[in-house]
């Protein structure tokens, strides 16, 4: 089986990674990893990415006189990686339209709420204040609107009385560590 080459874009922890990680395991899972970026040196995830034996790169947006110029560096090293897909996977950097544009359907983000409702950040809080009965994730096309493209799939978690802002957002990451390796493949 020919696997597409993918790319995953984080910032953080990784969770999302790591999930990834795990179903490209797979033998039978369609897609492989090829590298991991990061713009934070401190990201958690580039050690599951280490530890996974998958490249990662790291390109600080610091360092980048503009937003433009960090986005022509990141897309020069997807296109270096042979990145077929990229995974945003707690990437907390907007890109910009110049970018989104040269990955048309080929860019997925994850986003813990039930788009189009709570785009940005904050999604539980927010949903909580509201008193709505669920919240959620949806993985999505990436457009270069925030949080506006194409739903791939979404998972639907109830809120419960007792929730708590951390409570939920735990509840709510554990659907998408499932539905994240759904949308991939």
């Not at 991991?36 to 600080?60: C, M, P, Y």
């Not at 990145?83 to 359907?105: E, H, N």
Request: proline share 5%; net charge negative; glycine share 6%.
């Amino acid at each position: 089986m020919t696997k597409q080459k993918c790319a995953v874009l984080i910032s953080g922890n990784g969770s999302n990674l790591q999930a990834l990680i795990d179903a490209c395991a797979k033998p039978d899972f369609p897609v492989q990893i090829v590298r991991v970026i990061s713009n934070n040196e401190q990201a958690f995830g580039l050690q599951r990415a280490h530890k996974a034996g998958i490249e990662t790169l790291i390109i600080d947006h610091r360092g980048f006189h503009s937003r433009d110029d960090f986005d022509l560096a990141l897309h020069d090293a997807l296109i270096e990686c042979g990145a077929q897909i990229v995974c945003l996977a707690g990437f907390m950097r907007i890109l910009t339209a110049d970018f989104v544009g040269k990955w048309p359907a080929k860019m997925l983000n994850i986003h813990p709420s039930l788009l189009p409702s709570y785009r940005g950040l904050h999604t539980h809080r927010r949903a909580l204040e509201d008193g709505v009965k669920f919240a959620g994730c949806t993985v999505h096309f990436v457009v270069p609107e925030m949080d506006a493209g194409p739903i791939v799939i979404q998972a639907a978690v109830p809120i419960l009385p007792n929730d708590t802002e951390q409570t939920l957002t735990q509840r709510v990451l554990e659907q998408e560590h499932h539905i994240y390796p759904q949308a991939l493949r």
